[in-house]
């Protein structure tokens, strides 16, 4: 399919909507991006025509039903290049990091000694679940930094990792600067510096714009959540190696993910069931499959030309404006790849007072920590305003966008 920004808006049937009398400009992306009709469709589909539970029946459309669930499996598995058994659905990219911590981790962090390393960008799915393990086993938690620009201090590795290092957990993408790290040049270092290290890759802001190889980033696991790539709510993806998941427990016990209970003893299902208990979305995940080959047809390479346009547009006119502080680096390109994400303040205006401000000309964006504190209380600020767009913005909506801008700091000045 070619590129067409006018068509592809028309598969977006809420980027007609107005706000506030306003024709929405949707820039919360980072947050959850906007739905193709063919997605939407495909949920209506499903509960009109052939709403069953899957894996259990006997009936027409119980197997329809279950036949494309698994569909969506097979797609995931023949985008990442990795076999149906290696995807878990889970609800969403935080219980998919859950998942690993609260079964992975309680079994390799037994020793005292063990460390884990995360970094200062993380968002708190990828600290939280540390946090609450801690609750239970004593661990240390070190932090790879950022620096001045955003860029994770990947020199600074083998001061971090050693042989005590259990896992390594970190971000593809930060989703409050907005910047792609090297993940393949992390992983690699990190083996070169504990060939038993675990590493846990979240890809929640990385998989809306590239696809991977699973093979090739070399990943114990990866995971994220459809609806930050035009899928519903609702569905999260865990891809991991079949051996590690083999050997990890379930997360859930209940329907599904048996093999056989007996009054005190339950042996497990086969990968992937075993870490899908209970009815699981269903209907999502047959939707997620319809988003999927939508962003397959548009093509990623050509999202990713489009985006890499409209992030240099927004950067370029923003830095024009001499009165916005902008965070994460906006200049040395060669070093990092930046998304269409931007982090920034607009100076003596609270970022809560810019959003709202902003909303009131139709224009949706995020303010506050953005589940990222250690961020803000690095930078010694309370919150950002982020701007993130997706492949249907537009450089017309970048340009009402900054028009409000300067409205907004003529009001406060
Ligand atoms: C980098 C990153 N990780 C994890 C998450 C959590 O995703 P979810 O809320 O879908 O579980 C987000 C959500 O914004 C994110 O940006």
Request: proline share 3%; glycine share 4%; aromatic share 10%.
């Amino acid at each position: 399919m070619a590129f067409d920004i006018e068509t592809i808006r028309k598969q977006f049937p809420i980027l007609n909507t107005s706000v506030n009398g306003r024709q929405l400009i949707y820039f919360d992306n980072a947050a959850t991006t906007q739905k193709p009709k063919v997605m939407i469709d495909t949920l209506v589909d499903f509960y009109s025509n052939y709403n069953a539970n899957i894996h259990r029946g006997i009936h027409s459309l119980a197997n329809k039903a279950t036949e494309a669930y698994e569909k969506t499996r097979q797609l995931i598995a023949q985008i990442y290049k990795v076999k149906p058994q290696q995807i878990i659905f889970t609800k969403n990219d935080t219980e998919s990091i859950n998942l690993i911590i609260q079964s992975l981790g309680k079994q390799i962090l037994k020793n005292k000694k063990s460390n884990i390393v995360i970094t200062e960008v993380e968002h708190h799915s990828n600290i939280v679940p540390w946090h609450l393990l801690r609750h239970e086993i004593d661990f240390e938690i070190r932090y790879l930094e950022f620096d001045e620009n955003g860029i994770l201090e990947t020199d600074s590795l083998s001061r971090v990792i050693d042989r005590d290092t259990q896992f390594l957990s970190f971000t593809w993408a930060s989703n409050t600067f907005g910047l792609i790290y090297d993940a393949k040049k992390i992983i690699r270092i990190a083996r070169q510096l504990n060939p038993n290290i675990i590493v846990l890759v979240d890809a929640a802001q990385y998989v809306p714009h590239s696809i991977f190889d699973f093979q090739e980033i070399d990943a114990d696991f990866i995971t994220f959540s459809a609806h930050k790539m035009c899928g519903p709510t609702g569905v999260g993806i865990l891809i991991g190696k079949k051996n590690l998941l083999e050997q990890m427990q379930p997360f859930l016990g209940g329907g599904d993910m048996i093999k056989e209970v007996s009054k005190y003893r339950t042996t497990f299902n086969d990968l992937p069931y075993k870490f899908e208990a209970g009815t699981p979305n269903i209907a999502d995940v047959i939707a997620f499959g319809a988003s999927l080959r939508y962003l397959l047809e548009i093509g990623f390479e050509n999202i990713q030309a489009y985006e890499q346009e409209l992030a240099q547009y927004l950067i370029d006119k923003i830095q024009e404006l001499d009165f916005v502080d902008i965070y994460g680096t906006t200049h040395d390109t060669s070093r990092v790849i930046k998304l269409p994400i931007l982090s920034f303040n607009v100076r003596g205006v609270h970022a809560h007072d810019v959003g709202h401000l902003l909303d009131e000309d139709g224009i949706a964006v995020r303010a506050g920590h953005h589940c990222t504190q250690l961020i803000m209380q690095k930078l010694r600020i309370p919150a950002t305003v982020r701007a993130s767009l997706y492949f249907y913005n537009t450089k017309s909506e970048i340009d009402a966008f900054i028009h409000s801008l300067k409205k907004i700091y003529d009001i406060f000045k």
